[in-house]
């Protein structure tokens, strides 16, 4: 039995004959008269009485007409998801962040557009440290994710640069007389820092010893901490002072104030990292849509 052969009786069964079918599929007489005979003989049943021109549903036919269009439409309707899923306009994403990035800005923005623009695909979100998500992906636990890239990928890994975020000084508000407006590398070697530990990781570890280096920065440690939400709340206990991402500033604790680091810029490449294997349409329909976002930017 074909699909071929299913349309031609339903065109045959809906119409009313032979000669209006032949109308509507633009396809020979003999050829729909030979697809259904053919069909009749592999079911062993008649489906249409010929007593008469017009051709009538037998009992017979009739049920197989109602199973058949119920069946026809599935087809349809899963060809039509089909395309939808190789076009990414449906799916499941698995979705990884560091979560600094999704309080506001671009990030944000980006992912509430390509929410509106494709309903249909269920996301997933995961927050986690950059070293951790780009271990997620490698297992294929997520699809891809924000994270702040500090080296170098294998050729299995496509990324696109968002932009990159600055890094600031977080102190406690009650050490407000003691900084002042602006501070100076001296001062800061003068002061208990709370650091990231170089096994959270270590790329991101090795790049900020070297701008530290390159300045005569040598902060004395006085904490260290996995997670910068924890570093934070170490300086809102006034353990000490720390460098951190400027995206905390929004939503920091009144008892921390932040300052710019005059002396050194230090800035976060924010990407957007996914394994090219396989890559799922969904990630590709979100990594264009950056893109063409990215590139608006650049002509405003």
Known sequence: MELRQIKYFLAVANSGGVRKA????????????????????????????RVSRRLSLTLAGEYYREQMIEIVDSIENATQTVKR???????????????????????PNYLSKFREENPDIAMEMVTDNTVKLLKHIEKGALDCAFVYLFQDLDDSYDF?????????????????????????????NSLPFIR???VSYPAFYDWQEQKFKS????????????????????????????????????????LIRFIPLSEVELHLPLCFVWKNEKIKPVVKRLSNQLVDSLSLLDIT
């Open 22 to 49: 032949s109308q509507l599929l633009n396809v020979t007489q003999p050829a729909i008269s030979r697809q259904i005979s053919d069909l009749e003989e592999e079911l062993g049943v008649l489906l249409f009485d």
């Open 85 to 107: 899923v190789a076009s990414g306009s449906i799916g499941n994403l698995k979705l990884g962040s560091v979560e600094s990035v999704l309080w506001e800005g671009m990030v």
């Open 160 to 188: 696109i640069e968002l932009r990159k975020d600055k890094m600031t000084l977080a102190y406690p508000v009650s050490w407000s007389e003691r900084i002042g407006e602006s501070i100076t590398v001296e001062q800061l």
């Open 196 to 198: 990231f530990p170089r």
């Open 215 to 254: 300045i005569g920065l040598f902060p004395s440690v006085l904490h260290w901490a996995h997670h910068e939400s924890s570093m934070l709340a170490l300086v809102a206990a006034g353990q000490g002072v720390a460098i951190v991402n400027s995206r905390h500033v929004a939503r920091a604790s009144p």
